[in-house]
């Protein structure tokens, strides 16, 4: 009996979370000297998250004849992401003003390290509207590979899948099948590489732990609390409204995507697990094309947890420095997360680049506070890729469901059985999409 549950991939990584924690709490340097394993992990997975991204997406256009059915799809997708990471954004603001978090702290800017938030705001500068939307757009067709950007791919995919939906049938059928077969060869080398998410949770905690230690939650403790609070109700109340329209149980389908969960809060990347989701999801019932399009796009344009951080974290440094903002500065910062948010990838860190490109339009609120945030910053980026995660999980089944594809009685069975037999999720194979 023990040696099943230790063979279950989920056991290992809350094994391998737990022995980090410890590691990096009793001995800090050797802790903090891991950092590589989990940094391995993350950047193996994303060796193969661009590819599977596009041959997904691709597959999935190239095989329904009918492009319109497409776009309505993508339609309802995107019109279901603004409206939930709006909800998501007012709910961190309204929550920062309400208990004014950050307020006391009486932070003067003028004695923090503006050299330890360097490297984020460079990386922000030039996030304009336009420069923004113009970065969709890579420079060359591979280079959107070569960087990883997931808005890029995504762009590319949706005109090569639309490209070859216009070819003639036989052809069509040919390209779309071959694009089938490069995605299994993917789908198998994330079979391989997520057996290594135990030791990637393992350094990842150990690094966090060790690196910047208990006390530094502590010291920020109010903020990560009240981050992690709002989080947990944004998942259970709006998340499981949402849940509970479809026809299932929040709770459920969070016990049903359990061992995904714990690997992303093994290694804070959401993209860790991206395939695994789409598999699960169609095993849900959820039509196939509607996952190769929904899934994708989410991990671009629905990241719930990104958006109620940095409205949250904005307010808080604004409290912190003891500065005044006006109703017209607060509807600005709710109006550019909206833009800096999507792109936003389930990498860790990428939530605190898009906070330095949101504060860059609200200079009264001084950009060096953000060296405040950079101790805890890991643990909240944690918090921010399980709601991403759930929020795309309950996003495609939504969808689905408005497209009228996503099979009830499938749902309840699946849910009702919960998660799987050791070996079976992670193993994903690629959409098998009726051509």
Not at 252 to 269: A, Q
Not at 277 to 294: D, I, Q, Y
Request: some cysteine; overall charge neutral.
């Amino acid at each position: 009996m023990i040696r099943r549950w230790l063979g279950l991939l989920y056991v290992q990584v809350l094994i391998a979370i737990v022995l980090g924690v410890a590691l990096g709490a009793l001995y800090p340097a050797t802790g903090a000297a891991l950092k590589p394993l989990g940094d391995a992990f993350v950047k193996l997975i994303k060796v193969v998250i661009a590819p599977v991204v596009f041959c997904t997406v691709v597959h999935g256009i190239a095989s329904v004849r009918d492009a319109s059915k497409v776009g309505r799809v993508g339609l309802k997708a995107i019109l279901y992401f603004e409206v939930v990471s709006t909800f998501a954004l007012a709910i961190g603001l309204i929550v920062a003003k309400v208990f004014r978090t950050g307020a006391g702290f009486n932070i003067d800017p003028s004695q923090l390290d503006a050299r330890a938030v360097q490297g984020f705001t460079q990386k922000a500068q030039g996030e304009s509207v336009v420069g923004h939307l113009m970065a969709v757009i890579p420079d060359t067709f591979f280079g959107a590979f070569v960087t990883g950007d997931l808005l890029q791919v995504l762009f590319l995919a949706v005109l090569t899948g639309f490209a070859i939906n216009a070819l003639p049938e036989k052809a069509r059928l040919a390209v779309a099948q071959a694009i089938d077969q490069m995605a299994a060869v993917f789908f198998g080398i994330v079979r391989i590489v997520v057996q290594a998410a135990p030791v990637g949770a393992f350094g990842a905690m150990a690094f966090t732990i060790g690196q910047y230690g208990i006390g530094s939650l502590l010291q920020l403790g109010e903020l990560v609390a009240t981050f992690y609070v709002t989080a947990l109700l944004f998942v259970l109340l709006v998340l499981g409204g949402i849940a509970r329209f479809c026809g299932f149980s929040i709770l459920r389908f969070l016990n049903y995507i359990r061992e995904e969960l714990l690997i992303v809060l093994g290694t804070s990347s959401s993209e860790s697990v991206l395939p695994q989701v789409m598999r699960k999801m169609e095993r849900l019932g959820c039509a196939p094309n509607v996952v190769g399009l929904t899934v994708p796009l989410g991990y671009s344009f629905n990241l719930d947890g990104t958006n109620i951080y940095m409205t949250l974290a904005t307010l808080f440094l604004a409290y912190a420095t003891n500065t005044p903002l006006t109703l017209g500065q607060e509807l600005t910062i709710l109006l550019v997360a909206m833009l800096t948010s999507k792109g936003a990838s389930g990498v860790t860190g990428a939530g605190f680049i898009t906070l330095a490109a949101t504060l860059s339009v609200i200079p009264d609120i001084p950009i060096q506070a953000l060296a405040v945030l950079i101790g805890v910053d890991k643990f909240m980026s944690e918090c921010r890729a399980l709601t991403n995660l759930v929020g795309n999980g309950v996003a495609c089944v939504a969808v689905s469901r408005w497209e009228r594809e996503l099979d009830q009685a499938r749902l309840r069975a699946e849910l009702a059985r919960g998660p799987h037999h050791a070996g079976e999720d992670a193993a994903p194979e690629p959409a098998r999409h009726a051509a």
